[in-house]
Every structure is written in C-alpha cells, then in structure tokens.
C-alpha cells in the first residue's frame, strides 16, 4: 500500500500541487483480505488539462475491469466504475459505500482493480506531454545574424513533424519565424480564433491548430495529425523553448538588432494573451 500511495503521491504531484490524497486498496492490515481500490485525491489549483492528462493515462492504460474519473466535487474520484453511481454525486454515501462492500465480496476483482491502478499511475507517470516544440538555429552559418536559418520541430501523441531535412529545404529565418509563431496563435487564446495556421518566414514549412468546443487544441501538418493539447499546455510547449531560444541564440544578436525588440515584444504580447 504504501508504495502506491508514494507512487500516486509523487505522480499526480507532477501535474500540480496536492493538497489531499486518499489510496484505498490492497490487503486489509489485520484481516488479510483484498479491499476494493480507488484514488481520491485534490490538486490546489484543478485544470482542464490536469483532467486531460489523467483521462489520457486512464485511457491508454490496458485495464481489467471499466475504470471512471469522478471530479464532480473538490475531491477527485479515479474508482472501478462498479462502485461509482449514475448521475451528477457518483462517489455519493451511503451508496457508494454499500457498493464497496458489495464489491469486496468479489476478491478476485479486487486483485484485478488494484494491478490495473498501479497500472495507469506508471502510465501516468511516464505520459509525455501532449505537445512538445522545439527551435533551433543551423550551424556554420557564420556571424550571427536575424536572418540565419533555423528549423522548428512539433511532437505529440500521433507523431513528430519538423522543417529540417526536406528536399526542397524548408529551413526558416528563425528568429523570425517564432514571434511569427507566438503572435499567429494569439487568437487562439483570445478567443478571436478557433483556427489558426503558422507558416515560418522563407519557408513552407506549416502547423495548424484547431481549439474545439470542448477546449482540445489539435495540431496537425499537412493534414497529418501531430497531437492534441489543451489551451495550457500549448502556451507552455510553445512559451518554454521561446524563453530558451531568446536566452541562448537570440542573444547572442546585436544588442540593438530589431528581431530582439521584435521578438520580446511577441513574448510580451502572447503572455498577455493567456492570462
């Protein structure tokens, strides 16, 4: 038991600050029969993408019996659906706990809920981001310069795109092309937008982005489905590198050089834009 809990502990905390977690599970410490399992567990700051990330690990991970995410109250529910009720309060009492005892009559579906919950944490645990982009400027370009070429690289869940290494090149002036990035999703954040296409500077290399109904950014380039994410986990795949780039290549530019002003500008303007 105490293993899961580390485990639950130290994965959902990857996601976001806990304030409360609850394991339940494993083999009752004086009787020796095997109780039914479930993770309860509250984030200080709950998401949309937080929700996202553990739906996709519940969904990914092969299972033994039907799993279920309550987060119908503050406290977040991941239970075997046999113990979890219809409607709005699913984890309810006192139903919900005559449904565990009803359920840890069947000791063999204990066994099976408690290895599928370990099960989804590890999934959890090693679930790569949605979205993940990287930029980076060509060697051997000589002096430094705004107009050096450079190649942005977008992985997700479906598959990993990239400007470099195509006939013909579809290198872009890089330091360009990333405030171009930032200021071309904007609307997306503003609410201006559902869709929106980047296409870099010199270059035909292109990312589409799609926001639907249910807040899921999907990504996509030249029709092929990259990954999906949510509104947060965009603005991070695309904000961090943009602050490494700024911080290790763009500096080296000209103190007055206008693609820094240009670029720190575009920052500015795409932090606003997801406040």
Same mark, same amino acid.
């Given at each position: 038991?105490?293993?899961?809990?580390?485990?639950?502990?130290?994965?959902?905390s990857g996601? =976001?600050?806990l304030?409360? &977690?609850?394991v339940? =599970?494993?083999?009752?410490p004086?009787?020796?029969?095997?109780?039914?399992p479930?993770?309860?567990? %509250?984030?200080?700051?709950?998401?949309?993408?937080k929700?996202?990330?553990?739906?996709?690990?519940?969904?990914?991970?092969?299972?033994q019996?039907?799993?279920?995410?309550?987060?119908?109250?503050r406290?977040?529910?991941l239970?075997?659906?046999?113990? &979890?009720? #219809?409607?709005?309060?699913?984890?309810?009492?006192?139903?919900?706990?005559? %449904?565990?005892?009803?359920?840890?009559?069947d000791? #063999?579906?204990?066994?099976?809920?408690?290895?599928?919950?370990?099960?989804?944490?590890?999934?959890?645990?090693?679930?790569?981001?949605?979205?993940?982009?990287?930029?980076?400027?060509?060697?051997?370009?000589?002096e430094?310069?705004?107009?050096?070429?450079?190649?942005?690289?977008?992985?997700?869940?479906?598959?990993?795109?990239g400007?470099?290494?195509?006939?013909?090149?579809?290198?872009?002036?890089?330091?360009l092309?990333?405030?171009?990035?930032?200021?071309?999703?904007?609307?997306?954040?503003?609410?201006?937008?559902?869709? !929106?296409?980047? !296409? =870099?500077? =010199?270059?035909?290399?292109?990312?589409?982005?799609?926001?639907?109904?249910?807040?899921?950014?999907?990504?996509?380039?030249?029709?092929?489905? !990259?990954?999906?994410?949510?509104?947060?986990?965009?603005?991070?795949a695309?904000?961090?590198?943009?602050?490494?780039?700024?911080?290790?290549?763009?500096? !080296?530019?000209?103190?007055?050089?206008?693609?820094?002003?240009?670029?720190?500008?575009?920052?500015?303007?795409?932090?606003?834009?997801?406040?």
């Open positions: 038991m105490s293993k899961l809990f580390d485990l639950a502990g130290e994965t959902l996601l =976001g600050s304030r409360w &977690l609850r339940s =599970g494993g083999r009752h004086q009787y020796g029969y095997h109780q039914v479930f993770l309860g567990w %509250r984030f200080e700051e709950p998401s949309a993408e929700l996202r990330r553990i739906e996709r690990a519940v969904a990914t991970t092969p299972t019996v039907d799993w279920r995410i309550d987060t119908s109250r406290n977040w529910l239970a075997p659906a046999r113990i &979890l009720g #219809d409607g709005e309060n699913a984890a309810a009492s006192p139903a919900f706990d005559d %449904r565990v005892k009803s359920a840890m009559q000791q #063999d579906f204990c066994v099976r809920a408690w290895a599928d919950l370990g099960a989804m944490l590890r999934t959890l645990r090693e679930l790569r981001p949605g979205l993940k982009m990287t930029f980076t400027v060509r060697p051997g370009q000589g430094p310069s705004a107009f050096d070429l450079g190649d942005i690289t977008c992985e997700g869940e479906s598959g990993a795109v400007s470099a290494g195509h006939v013909p090149d579809q290198g872009m002036m890089i330091h092309s990333v405030p171009l990035l930032l200021d071309s999703l904007r609307p997306l954040f503003t609410g201006e937008r559902k869709a !929106v296409s980047f !296409v =870099g500077a =010199g270059t035909s290399f292109r990312l589409d982005f799609r926001h639907d109904r249910k807040g899921t950014v999907s990504v996509s380039a030249q029709g092929a489905a !990259v990954g999906t994410c949510g509104l947060e986990e965009l603005a991070d695309v904000l961090r590198p943009a602050q490494e780039f700024a911080e290790k290549v763009l500096s !080296v530019l000209p103190e007055g050089d206008g693609a820094r002003r240009d670029f720190a500008a575009s920052m500015e303007r795409f932090r606003a834009s997801t406040t």
